[in-house]
């Protein structure tokens, strides 16, 4: 297992199916050693701090303060992004611009903000999430949080996925900011470390 | 794309929505017809006749129905990486189909509209007890719940009828 092969298992994969692609490739979240990112560098650190951006109205439910669970869906398919702690300004504010101006109208709200050990904490005992450092275009601060695949049969894997994906709502939601314009979030990114 | 609300008593297609904010204008086969405006609207109740001479009775309430319907709706506009994340398109035939099964789970229970990743629209509900119905095909859903709530993939529910497991734990969801 070196760097080429798991950036090779991330980037030949379907881009719905990298979370699984890269834990059948790769068991136990061992492309985590290396940067998947085509400029390479180091994996993520477990002290390293992510954080995700939320906005509403599907990050994040404004009237009962409570982060939910879709946008967690991508854990399972594309990995679902964060900035890794050393994102410069562009990096932050760019990500802030484009989940902001997509599609789906939304609004920003905040962030939340934790440390990589958290994510690899979940455990029974073997690893529910994977940190990647990978890139996102011109973003090389980026993680890619993603979901490993458990056993069992076909709707037994999907049960406990997102019974996982609940459990880690539920642990990100002591570590929430608000912040309800970029240059606020940025700021309070930049108090908290990241 | 047009949306029925089945009603409680018959589960057929009852009513069709226009337009966000319009009122519906086709009736078709029940007698009882649930009748939703916008948000903010009072609840009231009215007894008219159709052209066909049937009796119906209208309920004007406000909705999170036709919010999550609209919501679906909406989806239709959006394209390849509707959420810059890199989510897929939406497929304009399962968002009819999720129509149907949106307005069948809301008998027993509102869910949250979204969409997958992958496209494909969910219904979430989050509480107590959390689970999720995924429209993975016109009329097949997955639907999963924590605990030991029920599960089950590759549903067949073209008879528009969700299997009693997923009524049942829908029903607790709102006991």
């Not at chain 1, 991508?74 to 679902?80: A, I, N, P, R, T």
């Not at chain 2, 949106?102 to 008998?107: A, I, K, R």
């Not at chain 2, 529910?157 to 049942?168: F, K, V």
Request: glycine share 8%; with cysteine; aromatic share 8%.
């Amino acid at each position: 297992m070196s760097a080429g092969g798991c950036r090779q298992a991330w980037n030949n994969a379907q881009p719905h199916q990298r979370a699984p692609a890269i834990d059948a490739a790769f068991p136990d979240c061992k492309c985590e050693a290396h940067s998947l990112c085509a400029v390479g560098g180091d994996g993520v650190g477990d002290n390293e701090l992510l954080a995700r951006i939320l906005t509403s109205p599907t990050d994040y439910d404004e009237t009962t303060s409570t982060i939910l669970t879709q946008r967690l869906m991508h854990l399972y398919s594309l990995g679902m992004s964060v900035i890794r702690q050393g994102a410069n300004d562009d990096e932050i504010i760019g990500t802030i611009d484009e989940l902001t101006n997509a599609d789906e109208p939304r609004k920003l709200v905040g962030a939340v903000i934790i440390p990589t050990s958290m994510i690899r904490a979940f455990a029974d005992p073997k690893r529910w999430f994977a940190a990647y450092a990978t890139d996102d275009r011109e973003k090389i601060h980026h993680v890619d949080l993603c979901g490993t695949t458990p056993d069992g049969s076909n709707s037994q894997v999907k049960k406990i996925s997102s019974a996982r994906r609940y459990a880690l709502r539920d642990a990100m939601s002591a570590h929430v900011i608000l912040a309800g314009d970029a240059p606020a979030l940025l700021a309070c990114l930049r108090a908290a470390g990241i | 794309m047009d949306a029925y609300l089945p009603t409680l008593n018959t589960f057929a297609p009852s009513a069709y929505v226009a337009d966000i904010g319009e009122i519906w204008d086709r009736v078709h086969g029940t007698r009882t017809v649930i009748y939703r405006y916008g948000e903010a609207r009072p609840t009231t109740e009215r007894l008219l006749t159709s052209s066909l001479n049937r009796t119906f009775f209208f309920n004007d309430v406000d909705s999170p129905e036709l919010a999550g319907l609209e919501r679906l709706r909406s989806f239709q506009r959006w394209g390849e990486n509707w959420d810059a994340e890199g989510s897929a398109a939406p497929n304009p035939e399962i968002l009819d189909a999720a129509s149907r099964v949106f307005s069948l789970l809301s008998v027993h229970a509102v869910p949250q509209v979204t969409l997958t990743p992958e496209g494909l629209p969910a219904f979430l509900y989050e509480g107590a007890t959390s689970g999720e119905v995924i429209v993975t095909g016109p009329m097949m859903i997955d639907y999963f719940f924590t605990g030991d709530g029920p599960f089950d993939d590759d549903v067949d529910i073209s008879a528009d009828i969700l299997p009693t497991a997923l009524i049942e734990q829908l029903t607790k969801l709102t006991a």
